[in-house]
């Protein structure tokens, strides 16, 4: 029995492929969120600073994202503006730029 | 030119320490000047490790203090005579180390040695902010596991915002070490592959070590494994790695254990 046994091919569980997947979906966020907490964080309050002096802005409705990449970086920046006057659609100003990094 | 690297990782545990010694010695072997550091203020290994424990008098914080003088805190190392060790305390913490005293000990060893190898101690604190900070060159020790690539990726951020280098805009040269590496085991699919780990952290490989019962037989004597088992599959990856860092260019290859018949039969259930 135990000589059949140690012939017997063992079932391989592959799991380096889930390993992989999961590092690289976390990653991805950690760089997000790592790769500028400071300068996100500068940038979104100086972009509120500046439009809303022309329109009222909710916070939430400011969006900056950067996307570290080999070659460069993208600049991601969203901004929802509320309705003007009398239900014009909102305007939406929306700005994305690659930097070298 | 004198340089300066750092052997880092973020996470405990993946050799630091051991590559450390094995590149200190492989780079002297070469005919380098070479100066090892241990920035593991408190808790102290590089001297363990490089078989000096018993010789050290003076350490990295009483030169900081000016309580000694540098040359009193170098141990020059037995084996090879173009290799020296500065210890770090094992009282006291790392909040002893200042920013200045660290920049004023590394322009002192930069006239003295062609490497200044600095032992990272692990996490992203002071200790291991200043072993980093002026740093040239970095050596990422990474084993093919995930908590291991994703604080890799975390060092990388601040080797690439947090040094000398970064602040003056430039960039410190990284280098991946993959260690603790067994070629069976990814085959089989149950271990990140050398290309997993390459593709998720993006810097260039110096050397594939695998794991091998070479490198704690030369921890156990206090030897670097360059010098313990020169042609042991580890040693010959840090001689690899030794080359490179020195500028040579050549083909990493994925290291094989030599075994005979037998080792090759039973090696599969061992592993």
């Keep these: 029995m135990t000589l059949f046994r140690f012939f017997a091919r063992r079932p391989t569980r592959t799991t380096a492929p889930v390993a992989r997947e999961r590092l690289q979906i976390l990653l991805a966020h950690e760089r997000a969120v790592a790769g500028g907490s400071d300068l996100m964080a500068t940038l979104k309050e100086e972009i509120l600073g500046v439009i809303g002096r022309h329109f009222p802005l909710e916070r939430d409705k400011v969006q900056v994202k950067l996307d570290r990449g080999d070659a460069f970086s993208t600049l991601e920046i969203d901004i929802e503006v509320p309705t003007l006057g009398q239900g014009n659609a909102a305007p939406r100003l929306a700005a994305a730029g690659g930097a070298p990094g | 030119m004198a340089k300066v690297l750092v052997v880092t990782s973020g996470k405990g545990g993946v050799g630091k320490t051991t590559s450390t010694a094995a590149l200190g010695a492989a780079l002297a072997q070469n005919g380098k000047r070479v100066v090892v550091v241990d920035f593991d203020v408190g808790l102290r290994n590089l001297d363990l490790v490089m078989g000096a424990e018993r010789r050290v008098v003076f350490d990295l914080i009483n030169v900081i203090h000016g309580d000694a003088k540098l040359p009193q805190a170098l141990i020059r190392d037995k084996r090879l005579e173009n290799l020296s060790l500065l210890?770090?305390?094992?009282?006291?913490?790392?909040?002893?180390?200042?920013?200045?005293?660290?920049?004023?000990?590394?322009?002192?060893?930069?006239?003295?040695?062609?490497?200044?190898?600095?032992?990272?101690?692990?996490?992203?604190?002071?200790?291991?902010?200043?072993?980093?900070?002026?740093?040239?060159?970095?050596?990422?020790?990474?084993?093919?596991?995930?908590?291991?690539?994703?604080?890799?990726?975390?060092?990388?951020?601040?080797?690439?915002?947090?040094?000398?280098?970064?602040?003056?805009?430039?960039?410190?040269?990284?280098?991946?070490?993959?260690?603790?590496?067994?070629?069976?085991?990814?085959?089989?699919?149950?271990?990140?592959?050398?290309?997993?780990?390459?593709?998720?952290?993006?810097?260039?490989?110096?050397?594939?070590?695998?794991?091998?019962?070479?490198?704690?037989?030369?921890?156990?004597?206090?030897?670097?494994?360059?010098?313990?088992?020169?042609?042991?599959?580890?040693?010959?990856?840090?001689?690899?790695?030794a080359k490179r860092l020195q500028g040579e260019k050549f083909e990493v290859v994925v290291p094989e254990e030599r075994r005979g018949f037998m080792g090759r039969l039973f090696g599969r259930r061992v592993a």
């Excluded at chain 2, 050398?194 to 019962?213: A, N, R």
Aim: hydrophobic share 45%; with cysteine; charged share 25%.
């Design chain 2, 87 to 241: 210890p770090a305390s094992q009282t006291r913490d790392k909040d002893a180390l200042t920013i200045e005293g660290v920049a004023r000990v590394i322009s002192e060893l930069r006239e003295k040695f062609d490497w200044i190898i600095c032992d990272s101690p692990a996490g992203i604190e002071k200790g291991a902010t200043l072993a980093m900070h002026h740093a040239d060159t970095a050596v990422i020790v990474t084993n093919p596991e995930v908590s291991s690539v994703r604080d890799s990726d975390r060092i990388i951020g601040l080797l690439d915002a947090k040094t000398a280098k970064a602040a003056a805009g430039e960039k410190v040269e990284k280098h991946l070490l993959l260690t603790r590496y067994d070629p069976a085991r990814a085959a089989r699919g149950e271990m990140l592959k050398v290309d997993d780990v390459l593709e998720i952290l993006s810097i260039p490989l110096l050397s594939i070590v695998p794991e091998s019962e070479e490198v704690l037989r030369a921890s156990n004597v206090g030897a670097p494994v360059t010098l313990n088992a020169p042609q042991s599959t580890p040693a010959r990856a840090y001689f690899d790695a």
